[in-house]
């Protein structure tokens, strides 16, 4: 199986920051690694896909980078309805893992 | 407007089975995976299970394997987990979630039910 690592595992921020939540493959995924956006009480959202493609109705702040084993996800300016959990996973075989997300909290 | 909505959540004491189901709409075709991933309290995200359009491919976490089945019913637009000896390392809040426009399990999840809680205890 392929192991998928966050970092950070948490961090404080506030509004306006900006945010850079890194990921690492354990193997080479092209660029198959997908992020999420988790709030309490809701389902996980697709934000990226395929490393670097916004899902359609995500805000511009956000942005994914990265081919092989290291990606990124940016947060260009931090807003009040991003403070949740951030998951990246590899979509790149099964069984599809993700990180042990990134929780984003208020400074 | 596609929609997910799992249902079939319940209390069962350990060794219990329990059956959830997961109704999708909003698809004109029926090339689209379907997975269940887990959220348990205090954990990360968990992938589960996942079949296939066709229900030629369908794979299980080693987790759950041999003790959970994976089915999916196209023309009721319906996916299925048949969950049997179950243990407290089980009780999560279990997800239905579509990978669309793929002939395998793999992608991204593009679609998210809100979720079915399956809790686990005597």
């Known amino acids: 199986d392929i192991q998928m690592t966050q970092s950070p595992s948490s961090l404080s921020a506030s509004v306006g920051d900006r945010v850079t939540i890194t990921c690492r493959a354990s193997q080479t995924i092209s660029d198959s690694l997908n992020w999420y956006q988790h709030k309490p009480g809701q389902a996980p959202n697709l934000l990226i896909f395929?490393?670097?493609n916004m899902e359609g109705r995500v805000p511009s702040r956000f942005s994914g980078s990265g081919y092989g084993t290291d990606f990124t996800l940016t947060i260009s300016s931090l807003q009040p309805e991003d403070f949740a959990t951030y998951y990246c996973q590899q979509g790149y075989s099964v069984p599809p893992t993700f990180g042990q997300g990134t929780k984003v909290e208020i400074k | 407007e596609v929609q997910v909505v799992e249902s079939g959540g319940g209390l069962v004491q350990p060794g219990g089975s329990l059956r959830l189901s997961c109704v999708v709409s909003?698809?004109?075709?029926?090339?689209?995976?379907l997975h269940w991933v887990r959220h348990s309290p205090g954990k990360g995200l968990e992938w589960v299970s996942g079949i296939s359009w066709n229900s030629d491919y369908i794979g299980h976490a080693d987790s759950v394997k041999g003790r959970f089945t994976t089915s999916r019913d196209n023309a009721k637009n319906s996916l299925y987990l048949q969950l049997t000896s179950l243990t407290s390392e089980d009780t999560a809040l279990y997800y239905c979630a579509v990978v669309s426009g793929v002939d395998g399990l793999e992608g991204a999840f593009d679609y998210w039910g809100q979720g079915t809680l399956v809790t686990v205890s005597s």
């Open positions: 909003g698809f004109t075709y029926d090339d689209y995976a």
């Open positions: 395929a490393a670097s």
